[in-house]
C-alpha cells in the first residue's frame, strides 16, 4: 500500500500550463508502475499517461500527446505531470495512480489495473 498526494491543479486560460505534482509515502516509487488519470462528472475515469516500473516506458493517450508530459523522481517519490497548450477538454479531476503487480515492464490504460489512488486535484481550463 502507498498514500499518494496529488497537487499542482487549479484554474488556467486556453493554451495554459499546469504541473501536477504526486507524493508517494509508504513505498518506494523504483517498484511501480504510475499512471495519471482524469475524470469529468458522469464519465468513466480515463488514461492519460503512466511510466513503467523502469521508466524506459511512457505511454499517453493520443489527446495528449505532444502536449503533456510525464516523469518521475524516484529519490523523492515523486510523480509529475506538465500539462502545455491546455485545452477545455482538458478540464476534468486528474488523479494519480500506482501498482506494485508485476506488469513486465508495461503501462496499463485501464483504472482496474492500479491499486492506489490520491484523492485526486480540480484542473479547468477556461477564459
Known amino acids: 500500500q502507498v498514500d499518494l498526494v496529488e497537487s499542482g491543479g487549479g484554474l488556467v486560460q486556453p493554451g495554459g500550463s499546469l504541473r501536477l505534482s504526486c507524493a508517494g509515502s509508504g513505498r518506494p516509487f523504483s517498484s511501480a508502475t504510475l499512471g495519471w488519470f482524469r475524470q469529468e462528472p458522469g464519465k468513466e475515469r480515463e488514461f492519460v499517461g503512466g511510466?513503467?516500473?523502469?521508466?524506459?516506458?511512457?505511454d499517453y493517450t493520443d489527446s495528449v500527446k505532444g502536449r503533456f508530459t510525464v516523469s518521475r523522481d524516484i529519490a523523492n517519490n515523486m510523480m509529475y505531470l506538465q500539462m502545455n497548450s491546455l485545452k477545455p477538454e482538458d478540464t476534468a479531476v486528474y488523479y494519480c495512480?500506482?501498482?506494485?503487480?508485476?506488469?513486465?515492464?508495461?503501462?496499463?490504460?485501464?483504472?482496474?489495473?492500479?491499486?492506489?489512488w490520491g484523492q485526486g486535484t480540480q484542473v479547468t481550463v477556461s477564459s
Open positions: 495512480a500506482a501498482t506494485y503487480r508485476p506488469l513486465w515492464g508495461g503501462v496499463p490504460t485501464t483504472a482496474s489495473s492500479y491499486d492506489n
Open positions: 511510466i513503467s516500473k523502469s521508466g524506459s516506458r511512457i
